[in-house]
């Protein structure tokens, strides 16, 4: 709430004056029923007075439409303004995210908040604006005008609008529960869809496609049967509402009827009062509709801030340096690292030291740190506690910027961007020339089926780059690492889609362009790994062995039972 | 022009659909009639009312009493009737939603993996879930704002009639410009907000593709740029947004104003008339509620019209997809199979321009293990989707135990074989469901030695509610090896007699494989299997090993003789084990 009364307050001008002008409107509107009942009663007067009065209400029309089609542009101005800010904060926020984060919200999530719930929620400022005052104060105010024209009259509309709202507010107290739970209904059809369409080969290997369109139907049906609820519930306010406006309607003719026998009221003074009764009835039908917008609304926003509550992970280092001595390329000491600062450490007591154009190896199981471990030297994230030094120099003190222009990696998941190949790749360096991006393909395997693509480097990747294969994305994702000439190169498990053919080929050429490159190889494969300087074996988080592929297989039992598992006990010679 | 005619084609589709429920939406019909009819009628009785309280002393209040019954009794027939109108519309709009979904979802079942695998997921879903819904909501519309709109129009004018045909004919002259008015608004908001809808499509894909690529953003510090391409789609947004919402807006003031100029126009004539005595002070606050009532619907109408739109291009989308034809199966069933395999002579592609799979020919005794191997992309995984009849082959025929498979149902032909593949989709339910998917009547002890056999019973004690821990969507909180142990139970508890392994165990830790390992080639002795697989320890023991690349089996035979063959194996064997050298 407290963000949304920001995001007004940039557009404070015409958050302000978008109801006062509906206000205006209203007041005009107000009139109407006055100056007819003023015709009626006085229509004796002769057609130049009917003419004026007729002119009058021509006129109260008029100004009505240029004040509602003022306030109207400027509540869409405040509402579109609002949406627009809060979706770039809302997006800056998203890329600070940690990774963690994100899994547990979970991408459709965070897109889902960033669309359709700020859009509710502009539509929500919207109809806030426009209606919010007018509502209540057309209410009001034909209270008051009923007031003006006969006070006994008007105690009717004070008791009519109090059980007016009591119904209203009973009703979508009754309701709003049922449609927040019906919304968890259609989430679970939704769900239950999209499960079937990513398994489907697997409901299918196992002949289950029966009980799949049984197990829909259900939930289709349970749907079903929340909506009727709710449905027949709503039903009620149109009803209702119809009812006590008419009851009113006929005790206002009735008290009508006795104040015109005793000649307080006149005839004209009564149709006013009974339009004034329509009044509120249009206006309720509205400010009931305005409540469901407004809550749904309200929903959304607390759907978006909770994604706002998420506290994006402490980014190190401001202050920037480019010093650079005789201390290794990375050096860790004693590091730890736990994700949210406490429970389970990812990472616990690893130590180790590269130097330029030294290639370390770093081997694990799944969930063993490795991608953790990696994580810490661009200092996405800070060590809990230890020491992350490049070129001798604590990641969190670096620029991150200066940090990061360094460091090429290439992560495990292959992303790449809709574009051309050219523009993905010139992500690693904004000032690469053509030649320097052939170079860094053909390094990286990918110069021959970037040459047969039509446009080789102009070639455009669809989102995702969903155009192409799994081990054309990883190749071109190394491509991109390389353009940036890192002087520290991370794969992380970055050629698990290569065959080990083109694997091989890949450390080859990696190797002969990487002199003054410190490299640091990820991998589940020891064929990966072997060749590397030093090997760390990763073991739930700590380190199992740290030695050349000789030393780990003399005197490391877990390195040894991998290499007989990958390589076959012969291999080992 | 073919356009209009397939619109009509369309529009009679939904009325098909729609007229399933013929009593209900008679029923529908009558009430909103019945109820229209008398809301009507109160404001007559509210003039009739207003005529007998002339001035002072001139009140007859018997009759008033009796006029004011008469609307009470208006009042509550009408408010049961639109309730009843309420009722059944949600109704029938409720139960057409589910049925069309649930049509939507039994057709997917049916249609080839070809036409699922060409559409996103996404894209699918929208035409279960919200297309299925905006349908349901034109229904809706239709019913409870539609035809009592249009109801109301005609009953307005002839009440309007009854009281003054002079003043009707003014109002009636003055429709049309309202109407016109209505309209250009309406069109200029339907060009807004495809425009809106247009540009916030954009920003969604931006969203999706950058948010999906974070870590590679911030590895590469484009968080700068990133945001700024946004803010640019941003703002192009914010434009097309205002003037959408404005000129949307614009509908009730406009209309509003028309209603007040008409409204101006009677009160002026009706005075002038009063007067001169055509019409009483009654029938004038009647004829004022009426021009009221008569200008509402035409608000309500042009809303309605632009939700229809929507719901229509719904629809389209909807029978676009239920009109792909579903497979055919043949009602012959394949017997329990002894697992022999035959290749003959076959070809295939997923797409006709680029040939995938040609010449394939191969004989597979019932036991033997087949290892596949080659290149990325050389077509492994198209053999198995073959082999389950996925996809069916272009050209030649694959025979199990002699019989051809299309000739028999795909659920007998799908029975014999056990699948597992490297991307571990689970049910959310429970885990004892997941293990027991292929065979959901498995007893406790049958369901308990699979997951053992997989290695899974260990962690699955572990969880906090073991057999009973609910899995949320995609195998929640499991990591992706616990996951393919999972799946590993799951076929492990049906045994068919072939066995499918597509890079079953590539997520699980080198460990847990070994032991893995031996419950494999405990599970496949005397099965045929099929594993495609990078590592070599499961390739070397296979019975034949077959090499291909570019869609051809180059290479078959066992890892000695392959070996010696000098080929292609041999250079994917000897880059596994490229020495320190090599490098």
């Known amino acids: 709430m407290k963000r949304l009364l920001r995001y007004l307050r940039q557009s404070l001008i015409q958050t302000i004056l978008a109801p006062l002008f509906k206000m205006l409107e209203a007041v005009f509107e107000l009139f109407v029923p006055l100056v007819v009942a003023d015709m009626i009663d006085n229509s004796h007067l002769g057609t130049q007075y009917l003419l004026t009065r007729g002119g009058l209400l021509l006129a109260l029309g008029v100004i009505g439409l240029a004040s509602a089609v003022t306030a109207q542009y400027f509540a869409a101005r405040a509402a579109a303004r609002t949406g627009t800010l809060m979706r770039s904060d809302l997006f800056r926020h998203c890329t600070a995210l940690s990774y963690t984060q994100m899994d547990q919200t979970g991408i459709s999530t965070l897109i889902q908040r960033m669309t359709g719930d700020i859009n509710q929620v502009q539509t929500g400022v919207n109809m806030f604006l426009r209606l919010f005052l007018r509502s209540p104060f057309v209410v009001a105010g034909a209270m008051v005008m009923a007031f003006t024209v006969n006070a006994k009259a008007a105690l009717i509309f004070v008791a009519v609008i109090a059980v007016l709202f009591a119904v209203v507010g009973l009703l979508t107290k009754l309701t709003m529960p049922l449609y927040k739970h019906n919304q968890s209904r259609l989430d679970a059809v939704l769900r239950a869809g999209r499960e079937h369409l990513t398994g489907v080969r697997v409901v299918r290997a196992f002949a289950r496609e029966e009980e799949e369109r049984h197990s829909f139907a259900q939930k289709g049906e349970v749907l079903f049967a929340g909506q009727r609820k709710a449905g027949h519930l709503s039903a009620l306010l149109g009803p209702l509402t119809y009812v006590i406006i008419n009851l009113a309607t006929v005790a206002v003719l009735q008290v009508g009827a006795v104040q015109i026998d005793t000649g307080i009221l006149t005839m004209g003074e009564v149709i006013a009062l009974v339009n004034y009764m329509s009044q509120i009835l249009i206006e309720l039908v509205k400010f009931s509709n305005l409540i469901i917008t407004l809550s749904r609304g309200m929903a959304s926003l607390s759907r978006v801030n909770d994604i706002f509550a998420l506290e994006p992970p402490q980014t190190a280092g401001q202050s920037a340096s480019t010093a650079s001595c005789d201390a290794p390329a990375v050096e860790l000491r004693n590091v730890s690292f ?43 994230y800070p060590a809990s506690s230890g020491q992350v030094l490049i070129d001798g120099i604590r990641a969190e003190e670096w620029d991150s910027t200066a940090l990061h222009q360094k460091i090429g990696i290439v992560p495990q998941k292959a992303q790449l961007f809709s574009g051309s190949i050219r523009s993905n790749l010139l992500w690693g360096d904004e000032t690469a020339d053509d030649a320097a991006l052939w170079q860094a393909l053909e390094t990286a395997q990918a110069a021959d089926f970037v040459h047969r693509k039509d446009g080789g480097l ?66 589940q494969r ?28 003399q005197n490391n039992e877990a390195y040894r039972e991998l290499c007989v598992l990958q390589l076959g006990e012969e291999a080992l010679g | 022009m073919k356009r209009n005619s397939s619109q009509k084609g369309l529009i009679a589709r939904i009325l098909r659909l729609v007229l399933r429920q013929k009593g209900l939406i008679a029923a529908s019909l009558l009430f909103s009639l019945g109820y229209v009819v008398l809301t009507l009628a109160v404001p007559v009785l509210t003039g009739n009312a207003i005529d007998r309280m002339i001035g002072a002393g001139q009140v007859d209040f018997a009759q008033i009493g009796k006029v004011l019954l008469q609307i009470l009794l208006c009042v509550g027939a009408a408010a049961l009737l639109q309730w009843g109108m309420n009722a059944v519309n949600n109704r029938i709009s409720f139960a057409a939603v589910r049925d ?25 879903l929208s035409r279960i879930v919200t297309d299925a819904e905006q349908l349901s909501d034109g229904l809706n519309m239709t019913l409870s704002q539609l035809f009592p709109g249009v109801v109301t129009l005609i009953a307005s004018l002839v009440f309007m009639l009854t009281i003054s045909p002079a003043i009707t004919a003014v109002v009636f002259v003055l429709t049309p410009l309202s109407l016109l008015l209505a309209r250009f608004v309406a069109s200029r908001t339907f060009k807004m907000f495809s425009r809106q809808s247009e540009v916030r499509g954009q920003l969604t894909a931006y969203t999706n593709e950058m948010l999906s690529g974070l870590y590679t953003v911030k590895a590469f510090d484009r968080e700068q740029q990133t945001a700024a391409r946004f803010d640019e789609i941003n703002r192009e947004l914010e434009g097309v947004s205002l003037r959408a919402t404005f000129f949307s807006s614009l509908t009730n003031p406009t209309t509003r104003f028309m209603y007040a100029v008409i409204y101006a126009v009677v009160a002026v004539i009706g005075c002038f008339s009063a007067v001169a005595g055509g019409i009483t002070v009654g029938g004038l606050s009647a004829f004022l509620s009426y021009t009221n009532q008569y200008t509402k619907p035409f608000n309500e109408i042009t809303a309605v019209i632009t939700e229809l739109q929507n719901a229509f291009a719904s629809a389209a989308r909807i029978f676009d997809l239920l009109d792909t034809p579903a497979i055919q199966e043949p009602t012959a069933q394949l017997p329990e199979a002894r697992g022999a395999v ?19 020919d191969l004989k597979i005794q019932p036991g033997q293990r087949i290892a596949i191997v080659g290149p990325t992309g050389c077509g492994k995984t198209t053999l198995i989707n073959l082999l389950m009849r996925f996809y069916d082959v272009d050209n030649g ?32 339910g429970t885990i004892r469901e997941n293990i027991a998917y292929g065979k959901p009547d498995a007893t406790e002890q049958e369901i308990v030695a699979a997951a053992k056999a997989a290695h899974a019973h260990s962690f699955i004690r572990r969880l906090p509610d073991g057999y009973d821990t609910v899995l949320g969507e995609d195998g929640g909180s499991l990591s992706q090896g616990q996951k393919q142990l999972l799946c590993i139970a799951r076929v492990m508890l049906c045994l068919p007699p072939i066995l499918l392994l597509d890079e079953a165990t590539s997520s699980i830790d ?9 419950a494999f ?63």
């Open chain 1, 526 to 553: 020891i064929a990966t790994v072997r060749g590397a300087d030093q090997i760390l074996l990763l073991e739930d988080g700590e380190v199992a062995g740290l030695g050349t592929h000789e030393q780990l297989l």
């Open chain 2, 397 to 428: 025929v694959i025979r199990v135990d002699g019989t051809d498979i299309r000739t028999v149902s795909r659920e007998s032909l799908r029975r014999s074989f056990g699948m597992v593949l490297q991307d571990t989709w689970l049910r959310s």
């Open chain 2, 521 to 583: 080639d405990e599970m496949m002795r005397s099965r045929t299997s099929f594993v495609v697989a990078h590592r070599l320890s499961t390739i070397r023991n296979a019975d034949v090993i077959l090499v291909m690349q570019d869609g051809r089996i180059v290479e078959q035979g066992n890892h000695d003789t392959l070996l010696a063959q000098n080929g292609l194996y041999r250079e994917l064997y000897q880059s596994q084990f490229a020495t320190q050298e090599e490098l």
């Open chain 2, 100 to 124: 069309l979904r649930r049509a939507v979802f039994d057709h997917v079942t049916r249609l080839e993996l070809r036409v699922l695998d060409a559409h996103p997921t996404g894209e699918l």
């Open chain 1, 338 to 380: 736990s994700y949210h600062g406490e429970g389970k450490e990812a990472l616990r007591d690893v130590s180790f030291s590269l130097g330029r154009g030294q290639t370390l190896g770093v081997i694990g199981a799944t969930g063993s740190g490795k991608t953790t471990l990696i994580q810490l030297i661009p200092a996405f």
């Open chain 2, 510 to 518: 080198a460990m847990t494989e070994l032991r893995i390992q031996k």
């Open chain 1, 458 to 523: 102009d070639h455009e990747l669809e989102a995702d780059g969903a155009n192409l294969s799994g081990g054309q994305k990883q190749r071109l994702c190394i491509a991109r690492a390389l353009v940036r000439n890192p002087e520290i190169l991370i794969l992380d498990d970055a050629a698990c889609a290569l065959d080990y053919a083109t694997d091989a080929k890949l450390r080859k050429a990696l190797k002969g362009c990487t002199q003054q490159t410190a490299v640091i190889l990820v991998s």
């Open chain 2, 342 to 360: 035959e290749f003959e002579n076959v070809a295939f592609s997923y797409h006709p321009e680029k040939p995938l799979l040609r010449d394939i």
